[in-house]
């Protein structure tokens, strides 16, 4: 045969062996998320489902995952948990993911549980109280610090301000109530004693009547509203429309610049415990999370023209820890990613510097939280 | 009963039972099941809902009331206080059913949108009582439930429940043709023809509508109590008003009077927001145009509009 | 008086003449259609997010809430001209289902125009609170109480005073009659559902700088509008007044002395008793039904 027909003939099959092999070896990773990007809970969902899509693109063009790119596949559950649950089921079943990462709210989390448990995948949850990683799950972790975190972070801070005596006030939210009943069961270590608790409904428009109740206490030194949405901010205006002059503390539920341009100057001078993003450009170079929020914040902020928020940093850190996992155990085997997740050491989030174990599938301690307080309308750190 | 296959009534529920029987051919994957047990559940709801609104014309915004309390009830019985499933759900059925007849009997004698007002009143304060005592119910962010055991062996997998929804969902369908035709049923009939005229030939028009509001709730409670057991989690949003919303929505859409047409319409708009999942943000507007259009053409509904664009005239 | 009780009264106040505000959507358009217009509510979110909107382009406060006013008007003209005009004749239920289909597309239709976070508007007069009587109010209070009597009052003149508006009573009161008469119903149906959606819109934008405005604050708004047009007696002006001032004193009430977590639960179980011993609302007659 001619040798020029031979090495024709070749090319030729090697060509068409590369591309079968290439069409072949390219099947996506799919990861699977479901948030609240609609309804009550969307300003945590739509920060979330935005910081999902934009790194997943990130990845992919940097060359994706194990040569492979990855595919997103979100469903929005509206904040229900019944949605949640058949997203969840349609996720493993319908759409075969390799890992979620979701569940912006603590009731859709907990929602889902039997079915990841059952189904063997791995889960990165987005919501904030304990009971979800505790007691441990073996396939559930989750990203944001706890609720009872951000309590005792709020009451060390009080306690080196000597202050002993406190009034809650909390809204009808899952979130609040959890917050409340954490708060409660840890004041005791800190010294603090809840001598005044009101409660509103988390879609009150008013709440003077429940905060001069409080201020009639005169035991009261300072106020802490464990809440999150519209509220918190109404509380704050109502607050000083009243008069009170007592500290008050906001909880990481209102940490997004909308909280204190809701308040307009009736924030200044509250305090919360927050992740570091807020404060990204105050950060001295030499915090070590410096570098990781500041190219969190850029990237958000100059594609969607719009202020970053603590909620989207838990979706950053979901993703990285499921992709970091995968990068290390080689394979999307979901067994061999959980045990790769569980084993994240040292690795510096939006949250927080993670650090996992078979029975702390949070990684995150205290120094996650930084105190914050508002001043002239910007975050400020309380050193 | 009339057991001919060739009337309207029989041949109805023997093409259901075929539909129930073949539908696991289409069902590729558990998610599928899972959907179709959701419709069959809705559909009991949505049966006993159309009893109320379509023949007895009243009208109940707080239906997702006692289907909250129907879940809560069985679901705290069992997991807080280790009850048997089952009794858990007769028990819990039947405490509903005391309920529906309590308040019944004042909150019937309210006529149209009076009435609405106080069945979502109603409903509001059920689902606001569940959200706040969180010692016994979890509070809003739900508490989970136990599965549903029968005689020892827990029903467990979407097949298994699937059938089990099936049956109950014909069993439903045969009551409430069977209601219809009863003399309870004419009564209902003619109380929603006129109740002054009704009350005239000697029907006690309050006795009759709060039998069938009784009903509407225990066909609720039990739909809610299951729902529990098989997702194996309940949250408050189950007794909501725009959960109310939901349930009416479907029995007008599907049709008022007609027992297919509740079942219509439960499948369709259970499956709907899992078609539109892929709308993402557009869900919304889709679903509110879809809801205006269907009832703005079809006003009396998806199936007896349709029965009556292809029933055979009658012969004058 | 105690500066807490009448604190309360106060918060009360304006939390009423907001549901009164709504209240009257509903009976005008009720009045005179016997419909329960569901997306009420959302006539309320759209004055607001629209001036938001209109302000973040650069328009001057009262320019931008008139603008907004007139903006819902034709959302409400639009509503009854191709929704509920079609239907008219129907059930109850289904005209019920329509609106609330409608409120569900307007609010979709928000989420996506606008967006999904909340909104403040800039108070009328500032934000420094006035002392009265030891207890507080913010200014921004006053306008909503003040422009709310002033509204029910353009209203009371405009039904009794005005050939339009007495032929809306009219029809409201014998729609064959009214007919008979040479009234157009037909127009009576498109000013009544416009001049709800201008009363909402009016309340949204006075609102707004206290519990500001996002695209969702029409669901529960709308529902206690609803409720406290429901215990005044539906279909009375005066009747729903009286019924969304009720329903905030009795709110703030229960807040203040009973239990701030259950204060929904009273103050519906109260509109359920009225209802109950009063069928016909607080202010309304007894009906009686021809057959």
Known sequence: ?383 | MRAGLLTARGGGMLALAAVIALLPLALANNYFYDVAILVGLNAIVCIGLNLLIGYAGQISLGHAGFFGLGAYGSAILTARFGWPPLAALAAATTGVALLAWLVGRPILRLRGHYLAMATLGMGVIISIVLSNEDELTGGPDGMSVPPLSLFGHALSGEKAWYWLVGALLLLAVWLSLNLIESPGGRALRALHGSETAAEVVGIDSVRQKVMVFVLSAVFAALAGGLTAHYSGFITPGRASFLHSIELVTMVVFGGMASTFGAVVGAAVLTMLPQLLAVLKDYEMVVFGAVMMLTLIFLPKGFVPTLAARFAPRERK | MSPQLLQYLLSGLTAGSIYALVALGFSIIYNSSNVINFAQGEFVMIGGMATVSLIKVGLPLPLAAALAIAATTLVGLALEKFAVERVRGESVVTLIIITIGASILLRGLASLVWDKNLHPLPAFSGDRPIAIGGATIVPQSLWVIGVTLAAVAALRWFFNSTLHGKAMLATSHNRLAAQLMGISVRRVLLVSFGLSAALGALAGILIAPITFTAWDVGVMLGLKGFAAAILGGLGSGPGAVLGGLALGLLEALSAGYVSSAYKDVIAFGIMLAVLILMPGGLVGHRSVERV
């Open chain 1, 1 to 383: 045969m001619n040798f020029k027909r031979c090495i024709g003939r070749f090319v030729q099959f090697a060509s068409i062996a590369a591309i079968a092999f290439a069409a072949h070896a390219a099947p996506p990773i799919k990861i699977g998320s479901f948030l609240a990007a609609t309804g009550p809970a969307a300003f945590l969902g739509d920060p979330e489902m935005k910081t999902l899509e934009l790194y997943v693109d990130k990845i992919n063009a940097a060359g994706g995952v194990l040569g492979r790119k990855l595919e997103l596949i979100a469903y929005d559950s509206g904040g229900s948990a019944e949605k949640a649950r058949t997203f969840v089921k349609r996720l493993i079943e319908e759409d075969k993911v390799d890992a979620i990462v979701g569940g912006s709210t603590t009731g859709e989390t907990m929602a889902v549980i039997p079915l990841i448990e059952q189904a063997k995948i791995p889960f990165i949850s987005l919501a904030g109280a304990v009971v979800i990683v505790e007691p441990v799950k073996k396939w559930v972790f989750k990203t944001p610090a706890t609720d009872r975190m951000a309590c005792e972070k709020i009451f060390a801070d009080m306690k080196s301000r000597n202050i002993s005596k406190i009034g809650l006030i909390s809204g009808s939210g899952g979130f609040d109530k959890s917050m409340r009943h954490q708060c409660m069961s840890v004041a005791p270590k800190y010294g603090i004693e809840i001598v005044s608790d009101e409660t509103y409904n988390s879609k009150d428009t008013d709440m003077t009547a429940q905060l001069t109740k409080m201020r009639q206490n005169p035991q009261v030194q300072a106020v802490l509203n464990a809440g999150f949405g519209a509220a918190p901010a109404i509380v704050t205006k109502n607050f000083r429309q009243i008069g009170m002059t007592v500290p008050l503390y906001q909880s990481h539920g209102v940490a997004s610049k909308k909280y204190i341009e809701l308040s307009g100057g009736a924030a200044d001078g509250v305090r919360l415990p927050a992740a570091a993003l807020l404060v990204a450009d105050a950060l001295p170079n030499s915090d070590p999370q410096k570098k990781v929020v500041v190219g969190y914040k850029n990237a958000f902020e100059s594609k969607y023209h719009q202020d970053v928020s603590t909620f989207g940093g838990h979706a950053y850190d979901g993703l990285h820890l499921v992709v970091n996992a995968m990068k290390k155990a080689h394979s999307t085997n979901k067994a061999k990613v959980r045990d790769a997740i569980e084993s994240t050491h040292g690795w510096m989030g939006i949250d927080g510097e993670f650090n996992m174990s078979p029975t702390d599938h949070l990684g995150l301690d205290l120094s996650a939280f930084r105190m914050l307080e508002i001043k002239n309308g910007d975050w400020t750190l309380v050193k």
